[in-house]
């Protein structure tokens, strides 16, 4: 049993640890945010040539050789600084389903451009109508002549504002919400016949509605096995989930910095509030929510590599879990900062309405309840 | 003891129910408060009411109230609250105009009750301070004697919509040596035009500007507007709270609130059903609902107990937490009930419902705004650590 982090990764926390200081002090997020584009192109360039994209990828794909927990050890540090960039769209989602189940041109053409910054992807598989379930789809992909012709529309797709790319999910074959017929392609976002509608998110990210207008795409477009994507978009959403706890984690941890710091400052009836022991214990609360989060977060990520059942249930568990901390912590830190925690100004809104858009990024408490349930009874 | 209204109060109750339908603005039905609306819409239904006399029901007869027993006036908030009306705001109505009637003289009741029935005077509330929320009688704002005049120098905070202002209601210390920081309080009204005030906006985690900060700087205001006396103006504003908490249990909305959460349920979608039949699901409704009749029931037996001339106690502090709980609960479901579609920052995305790409379906696009703007309730109006402390101290007696 071993907790540690290795050197390598201890180094990449704390060369993160410092470019998010430096790069994402509060006002100058706001500033990012709040900008035409909603993100720094040369922040995400600056993050390559640390190596950090490259980092969960093998030697012979032109990585270095790391795994889940090097991703971990990123995105905490992006919660922490409550960083917009597409780390888990592009490299976690767009990379895991390369890794998995590229073929070697597939490898050749991108994930080179993934590692070096120069292509950027989202993640379109939510639908209007499918919530959380990955099969339920009506967006289509018919096979003509060599390729096929994608029709459909996919919802807030995460940072499709700024990628080259898409990863699409669309059935090939069945009936709208059957577990097989379920097909995962790349596309150029640019192809003819993509429209989208952009737009900022409650949570200082960009998203768009997609819609895909009898787009041309080639045979070789399709990624992994036609007709049988669903394990396949099953392991890759995980290791987002993964991601995402840890992100969480690190924006939780903040939240309860924040909220403890703030209650040393602020004085009512003559007393720091932080003397009152209703708030005390509060944020003992807080603090244990956070401590159990860490160890899902741990949890999921090392199963990761586990066969299926045990994989999606510590997955599962995990989201769960970690969904509740989220709602819980954002919530009392709010209540905690009183009247000031409302107001736009200070950084704490920005972690709690974070925290609470955590809940229903690939299916929500109730959603990972429910697979919860199923695995446990086998 | 029995539930039924009676044939007086279901006949009261057909009344307002067909004047609403008839009167009520309907280029505002269903639309709810918001604070990026015109002024005007704001108070359109106020200046409705105060023309059929029924803007101010609380209030004495003499000075225009409705005469209605306290079981009407919960009938008309149920009424008002099943077309989601938008009612005269409480800053004239329920906070400075009782104040006015109850401590004021005859010139300040000539002056300002009329204005504040009609609707045609906005006012908001000059309470809290950046270092005086909870802990309120530890405010700084003074008012200092010169003339005929008192010059008021300080900042307020949390003054709800004095974008839109033309008077405010201002606690000021007059006596800062006073033995109490209770006493040495006095209730001034001022003329929002007055030169010196500066009211800025205070942008909130939802994006909306409901509340601004209120800089007084050298600002004179004659001595007539004084409410009552001298440094005993936390008299006034106690009276004030406890008007403040009646009616925040906000039953009537949030019955509303579940039937909308309900529609919406049934429209979204899960493993191909409505979500509403989602057990897990309904469930989390069901527990909001009995949450709700038990306030509901509470809120009756406070009001039953004000016909028999016992005034609301402690107990509403009861109210105002459950009923606060309940209100944010009912965003958070409805948050979690439009999935994806809560994520859109709709405010920065104009007709983000009417394009031919839309965004997700109408009743996504304030799901996320009201979760995180509802989480103020629970924070104003005597916070509901406060409330508990009132609890704690006036009934529990520890």
Redesign the interface.
């Known amino acids: 049993m071993d907790f540690n982090f290795t050197e390598e990764q201890s180094m990449v926390r704390d060369g993160l640890t410092r470019l998010v200081r430096e790069s994402y002090e509060f006002e100058a997020r706001r500033k990012v945010i709040e900008g035409d584009s909603g993100w720094r192109p040369e922040l995400w360039a600056q993050i390559a040539e640390m190596g950090l994209l490259g980092m969960p990828f093998s030697e012979e794909d032109g990585g270095f050789g790391g795994g889940p927990i090097d991703s971990l050890v990123v995105m905490e540090e992006f919660g922490r600084g409550l960083v917009v960039e597409p780390y888990v769209p592009t490299v976690v989602c767009a990379g895991g389903f390369l890794k998995h189940a590229g073929n070697a041109a597939q490898k050749e053409e991108y994930l080179g451009g993934i590692i070096d910054g120069s292509k950027v992807f989202a993640f379109a598989y939510a639908e209007p109508r499918g919530r959380y379930d990955y099969a339920d789809l009506e967006t289509t992909a018919k096979k003509d002549g060599d390729g096929y012709v994608l029709n459909g529309h996919k919802a807030v797709v995460i940072a499709a504002p700024w990628a080259s790319h898409l990863i699409v999910t669309a059935r090939t074959s069945g009936e709208r919400r059957d577990r097989e017929g379920v097909s995962v392609f790349v596309v150029d976002k640019n192809a003819d016949g993509i429209v989208t509608r952009d737009y900022p998110t409650v949570d200082g990210r960009r998203a768009s509605e997609v819609y895909f207008e009898n787009v041309q795409i080639p045979a070789d477009a399709l990624i992994g096995e036609e007709g049988n994507g669903l394990p396949l978009i099953e392991l890759v959403t995980d290791e987002a989930i993964a991601a995402h706890c840890a992100e969480a984690c690190g924006a939780m941890k903040v939240a309860h910095e924040m909220t403890v710091e703030y209650s040393r400052q602020r004085k009512q009836f003559g007393t720091p509030i932080g003397k009152f022991q209703v708030l005390q214990h509060r944020m003992v609360d807080m603090y244990t929510e956070y401590e159990q989060s860490v160890s899902m977060t741990y949890l999921a990520t090392l199963k990761l590599g586990e066969e299926e059942a045990e994989r999606k249930k510590a997955v599962a568990s995990a989201k769960v879990r970690i969904g509740q901390a989220a709602h819980h912590i954002g919530q009392e830190s709010i209540q905690i900062h009183g009247g000031m925690g409302m107001t736009d100004e200070l950084a704490i809104g920005s972690y709690f309405k974070r925290l609470t858009i955590f809940d229903s990024e690939f299916g929500n408490v109730d959603h990972h309840m429910k697979r919860h349930v199923a695995l446990a009874s086998g | 003891m029995n539930l039924e209204f009676s044939p007086e109060e279901i006949a009261f109750r057909d009344e307002v129910r067909s004047f609403i339908a008839e009167n009520y603005p309907k280029n505002q039905e269903g639309s709810g408060l918001r604070d990026d609306m015109a002024p005007e819409d704001l108070t359109a239904w106020h200046k409705i009411l105060g023309k059929k006399g029924w803007s101010v029901p609380a209030w004495p007869e003499e000075y225009g109230g409705t005469g209605w027993t306290p079981t009407q006036r919960y009938i008309w908030s149920e009424e008002n609250a099943r077309v989601n009306a938008i009612m005269p705001l409480p800053f004239g109505v329920s906070m400075v105009g009782p104040v006015i009637y109850a401590f004021g003289n005859e010139e300040q009741k000539a002056q300002h009750l009329p204005g504040i029935r009609s609707g045609d005077v906005w006012w908001c509330q000059g309470y809290?301070e950046p270092?005086a929320?909870?802990?309120l009688a530890?405010l700084q704002t003074t008012a200092v004697r010169d003339g005929d005049h008192y010059v008021i120098n300080g900042q307020k905070?949390?003054t709800t919509l004095a974008q839109h202002a033309d008077w405010g209601f201002f606690l000021c210390r007059t006596d800062p040596d006073a033995e109490k920081p209770q006493q040495g309080i006095s209730f001034i009204l001022v003329d929002m035009k007055t030169p010196g005030i500066e009211v800025r906006p205070?942008?909130?985690?939802d994006?909306g500007y409901e509340v601004n900060e209120t800089w007084l700087t050298d600002v004179r205001v004659p001595v007539e507007n004084l409410i009552g006396e001298e440094n005993r103006g936390w008299t006034y504003a106690k009276f004030l709270l406890a008007h403040e908490r009646s009616g925040i249990a906000g039953v009537a909305r949030s019955k509303r609130a579940v039937e909308q959460l309900r529609s919406i349920a049934a429209n979204?979608?899960?493993?191909?059903k409505p979500l509403i039949e989602?057990f897990?699901?309904a469930r989390k409704v069901s527990q909001l609902e009995i949450d709700l009749a038990a306030l509901e029931i509470t809120e009756l037996r406070t009001l039953a107990g004000e016909e028999a001339g016992r005034g609301p106690g402690p107990e509403s502090s009861i109210l105002k937490i459950k009923g606060t709980e309940i209100q944010q609960r009912l965003t958070?479901l409805t948050?979690?009930a439009v999935?994806?579609?809560?994520?859109?920052?709709?405010r920065?995305?104009p007709d983000?419902g009417s394009?031919e790409?839309?965004?997700?379906p109408d009743y996504a696009q304030h799901a996320?705004?009201s979760?995180?703007n509802m989480?103020?309730t629970?924070?104003?109006g005597g916070?509901?650590?406060i409330q508990?402390n009132i609890i704690t101290k006036m009934i529990l007696g520890l």
């Open positions: 809290s270092g929320g909870s802990d530890s905070t949390w205070i942008k909130l985690i994006g979204e979608q899960l493993d191909d989602d897990d699901f958070e948050l979690e999935g994806h579609y809560g994520t859109p920052y709709y920065d995305v983000a394009n790409y839309p965004i997700g996320a705004a979760y995180f989480r103020k629970s924070i104003y916070s509901n650590e508990r």
